[in-house]
């Protein structure tokens, strides 16, 4: 029989560590026939690989850059969340149907934990940034977006019903959903409208860039007491909520955290059951993004 097929789309998508972490999640449960692979798709050739991967033995797939929105739009039905944020992560097939959420969502309030703060300050306009802000406000937070392109910023706040920030207000929460600190740490307080010392004022710093060794972001606002939520754990926790829909097994978090975090090796693939993909796990693990 062949392998039960899970996936991440993207363009690029090498860098993801969620192949290290899913495959290591479902051997954790037992589900040694599941695979789930890099599936590396440039923007026009997303629908005709979408539409192939369920004959392929796929019975899921994560989306991310820059896919969310056509995962949205070619899916048959999607959750409310999904169609608030105007965005997908996550996909399931089944009979013959192709289902859409987004977990970025409940992924960011559980890492929160049971902090649901009343003031949050959302860096950022993209993807990313539509599901934190729509999670936070969900959450019951008041909350402010900057974005560099400020009609980005403008339309967001249009659509979610959350203020433009022209420059950075005080804040229980600060969430980065910036590219900025992927390539360059040291474009990090360049490029962001913060300062290291202005860190200590957010009780919490989410970062949802990773990169090995961690952000400067991240870094600067831990020496400063702020307690930090890294770019891999909002990977952990968006992560666990596909698995759990996918395989309906309880997602086995410390086990997924420890993969992504590069403590254990992929599994090689069955070279005999492998459909054609676009390109194999490995590249950068240096550094790091969405799914
Ligand atoms: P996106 O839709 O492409 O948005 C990128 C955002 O970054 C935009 O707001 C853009 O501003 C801003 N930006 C880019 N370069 C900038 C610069 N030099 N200075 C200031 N702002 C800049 O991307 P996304 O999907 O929201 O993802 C954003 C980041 O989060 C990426 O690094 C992604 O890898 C990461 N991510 C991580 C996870 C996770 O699970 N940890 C999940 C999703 C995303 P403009 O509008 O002005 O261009």
Not at 52 to 78: C, Q, R, S, Y
Not at 207 to 224: H, K, M, P
């Amino acid at each position: 029989m062949g392998l039960t097929r899970l996936g991440v789309l993207g363009w690029p998508v090498a860098h993801s560590r969620s192949p290290a972490m899913h495959n290591a999640a479902l051997r954790a449960v037992g589900l040694g026939d599941w695979r789930y692979q890099l599936l590396p798709v440039p923007a026009e050739l997303f629908g005709e690989t979408l539409v192939a991967l369920p004959g392929a033995g796929f019975v899921g797939a994560n989306v991310t850059i820059p896919h969310k929105e056509a995962a949205l739009a070619a899916a048959d039905e999607a959750t409310p969340t999904a169609r608030a944020v105007g965005a997908a992560n996550t996909l399931t097939f089944a009979d013959g149907t192709i289902a859409a959420d987004n977990t970025d969502v409940p992924g960011l309030l559980a890492a929160l934990g049971n902090l649901r703060p009343r003031t949050a300050l959302v860096l950022g306009a993209g993807g990313s940034a539509r599901a934190a802000a729509y999670a936070l406000a969900r959450a019951g937070a008041d909350v402010a977006v900057w974005n560099r392109t400020r009609a980005r910023a403008r339309a967001l706040a249009a659509d979610l019903d959350v203020r433009v920030a022209d420059a950075p207000v005080p804040a229980e929460v600060l969430v980065n959903c910036t590219s900025v600190g992927l390539a360059d740490p040291s474009s990090t307080f360049k490029d962001l409208p913060l300062t290291a010392d202005g860190l200590g004022e957010y009780a919490c710093v989410v970062d949802l860039v990773y990169r090995t060794g961690g952000t400067l972001l991240v870094q600067e606002a831990r020496r400063r007491g702020s307690r930090t939520i890294d770019g891999l754990e909002i990977l952990v926790r968006q992560g666990a909520l596909s698995f759990e829909a996918w395989t309906g097994r309880t997602a086995p978090l410390d086990v997924m955290r420890a993969a992504a975090r590069d403590d254990e090796p992929d599994p090689p693939d069955d070279p005999r059951t492998s459909p054609p993909a676009p390109g194999r796990p490995g590249g950068d693990r240096g550094r790091g993004g969405g799914a």
